[in-house]
């Protein structure tokens, strides 16, 4: 059984929108900030959109205003809704959630190495 399972990737052009899926029975949302990554080639994973217990979201300033980060703790589930993509996004995509309880959504995309567990990741292309 994997625990954490990314989908909703896909290639699509410049200006076009993807939704990402994150399904995990790990999501405990009402304890731990949870959050998406992206690793492009050759460069270390970073945080993109982190969202902590009490809901509160964070975006990196690269996808700010653009991305939207959510979830649906009854499915376990996290989302993030991306609008106006740019090659620049074009990355392997990860969700994962802290592996210290109560930390905040700014600690947790700041530091991609409080995620516990990742998954295989869902990979975005987009074209110019």
């Known amino acids: 059984q994997v625990p954490v399972v990314e989908s909703g990737g896909g290639l699509v052009q410049a200006g076009e929108s993807l939704r990402l899926s994150c399904t995990s029975s790990?999501?405990?949302?009402?304890?731990?900030?949870v959050g998406w990554f992206r690793q492009r080639p050759g460069q270390a994973r970073e945080g993109v959109s982190c969202m902590s217990r009490n809901g509160a979201p964070y975006y990196a300033d690269s996808v700010r205003g653009r991305f939207t980060i959510s979830r649906d703790s009854a499915k376990n589930t996290l989302y993030l809704e991306m609008n106006n993509l740019k090659p620049g996004d074009t990355a392997m995509y990860y969700c994962?959630?802290?592996?210290?309880?109560?930390?905040?959504?700014?600690?947790?995309?700041?530091?991609?190495?409080?995620?516990?567990?990742w998954g295989q990741g869902t990979q975005v292309t987009v074209s110019s």
């Open positions: 994962g959630n802290d592996r210290t309880i109560m930390g905040s959504a700014s600690q947790l995309c700041t530091r991609p190495d409080r995620v516990g567990t």
């Open positions: 790990l999501l405990a949302f009402d304890s731990y900030a």
